[in-house]
């Protein structure tokens, strides 16, 4: 059984276009985040959400948008994707206070 | 804002060599996390250390907290090509958010035989 599970694994786009990761987790952890990897393997916060309500909205282009239906379920939308936006995205889950982060595999983001 | 470097952001060693990386912080944490991400895989926890001076280990890996819970160092005695991959510490601090982790640079290890 995967424990945070991320779709697609590859996504390639053009300039301009709007896509959606989307992202799962079946451990009853109320807190999921959004994390973006880049080049140089540096690993940033962009959003978290304790059971279905943003807390940590980092410096992010309005363009990406995250959307929590339920406390198992964070996705995030790009609008507008740019050349920049090309990074590994990854989706992770915690249990309360200061426990572990568990990580989906991750989504390789091409903007082209 | 609160940053987390480590050094050095790349190590090159032969197998058998040991290994360290350095973490530290600009703020004082409440407690350090150890992540280590294969090539091509996710981050995956390793341990969390909470205590001021707190030493843990590992088999191979030894963990240590600093006295004024600022900085933090993984070692790893004789290195295996098992080890490769990116160690990041992750601190956390407490916010009006609640516990908050910052993940440092990272240090990409390669093992050579």
């Known amino acids: 059984d995967t424990a945070v599970s991320q779709t697609p694994k590859y996504l390639v786009t053009q300039m301009g276009n709007d896509k959606s990761i989307k992202c799962e987790q079946n451990?009853?952890?109320?807190?999921m985040y959004w994390y973006k990897q880049d080049s140089k393997k540096f690993l940033k916060i962009m959003f978290s959400?304790?059971?279905?309500?943003?807390?940590i909205n980092e410096t992010v282009p309005n363009r990406f948008s995250p959307k929590s239906p339920d406390k198992a379920h964070l996705n995030l939308h790009i609008n507008s994707l740019e050349l920049g936006d090309s990074a590994v995205y990854f989706c992770?889950?915690?249990?309360?206070?200061?426990?572990?982060?568990?990580f989906g595999n991750g989504t390789r983001l091409t903007v082209t | 804002g609160q940053q987390v470097m480590q050094i050095p952001q790349y190590q090159h060693v032969q197998e058998g060599e040991d290994f360290t990386t350095y973490c530290n912080s600009s703020t004082t944490l409440s407690n350090i996390q150890w992540y280590k991400q294969r090539p091509g895989g996710h981050p995956v926890f390793l341990i969390q250390?909470?205590?001021?001076?707190e030493v843990k280990k590992q088999k191979r890996l030894t963990f240590q907290f600093g006295e004024a819970k600022k900085n933090s160092s993984l070692h790893i005695t004789a290195t295996q090509t098992t080890d490769v991959g990116t160690y990041f510490c992750?601190?956390?601090?407490?916010?009006?958010?609640?516990?908050?982790?910052?993940f440092g640079t990272g240090t990409q290890l390669k093992v050579e035989l």
């Open positions: 992770a889950s915690r249990d309360v206070g200061n426990s572990p982060l568990h």
């Open positions: 250390l909470v205590k001021s001076g």
């Open positions: 992750a601190g956390a601090r407490l916010t009006g958010g609640g516990n908050k982790l910052t």
């Open positions: 451990l009853g952890h109320d807190t």
């Open positions: 959400y304790n059971n279905k309500e943003l807390i």
